[in-house]
């Protein structure tokens, strides 16, 4: 069986294009399971998707357009058509979601969903971290407290 490292590794070798179809296949799963399992409407479980994405995308503190490119997905069918790499910038310092508390509670989220979503949520944040083909210890750490 599969570590979830090893899932991370395999993510590493795939193209921009791939992990972003990844991150839209596994985003629809997600919202899916929000809605269908835990009763969530639309909005909230797209939102809920939204902050997982831009805590990942925070947590180690670099955001380049590799990861932009392969959330864009994502960003798309929350925010709009046309949200621009500066646009997602912003909404991160909005958000507050790169604050100990805003990470807490998405880990807390998460941590209440069923299996099948929760493991949604981790291709999606997982797959954004290995889109610049580089996994460093911020966002393994974040990605590991996901699952934990």
Same mark, same amino acid.
């Given at each position: #069986?599969?570590?979830? #490292?090893? &899932?991370? !590794? %395999?993510? *590493?070798?795939? +193209?921009?294009? %791939?992990? *972003? !179809?990844? $991150?839209?296949?596994?985003?629809?799963?997600?919202?899916?399971? /929000? *809605?269908?399992?835990?009763?969530?409407?639309?909005?909230?479980?797209?939102? #809920?998707? /939204?902050?997982? &994405?831009?805590?990942?995308?925070?947590?180690?503190?670099?955001?380049?357009?590799? %990861?932009?490119? $392969?959330?864009?997905?994502? /960003?798309?069918? $929350?925010?709009?058509? =046309?949200?621009?790499?500066?646009?997602?910038?912003?909404?991160?310092?909005?958000? *507050?979601?790169?604050?100990?508390? #805003?990470? +807490?509670?998405?880990? !807390?989220?998460? @941590?209440?969903?069923?299996?099948?979503?929760?493991?949604?949520?981790?291709?999606?944040? =997982?797959?954004?971290?290995?889109? @610049?083909?580089?996994?460093?210890?911020? %966002?393994?750490?974040?990605?590991?407290? /996901?699952?934990?």
């Amino acid at each position: #069986m599969a570590t979830y #490292m090893d &899932l991370l !590794n %395999e993510m *590493r070798q795939k +193209s921009k294009d %791939e992990l *972003r !179809n990844i $991150v839209d296949h596994y985003a629809a799963e997600a919202l899916e399971g /929000l *809605r269908d399992v835990h009763g969530l409407k639309v909005d909230d479980a797209c939102n #809920m998707i /939204l902050l997982s &994405l831009l805590t990942t995308i925070s947590s180690d503190g670099y955001f380049n357009n590799d %990861e932009f490119y $392969v959330a864009q997905p994502v /960003l798309n069918a $929350v925010i709009g058509e =046309g949200i621009t790499y500066d646009q997602t910038l912003e909404l991160i310092k909005k958000t *507050r979601v790169d604050s100990n508390e #805003m990470r +807490s509670a998405i880990d !807390n989220f998460v @941590d209440c969903v069923n299996a099948d979503t929760k493991y949604a949520l981790f291709v999606i944040c =997982g797959a954004i971290c290995a889109a @610049d083909k580089s996994l460093n210890q911020a %966002e393994l750490n974040w990605l590991d407290r /996901l699952l934990g």
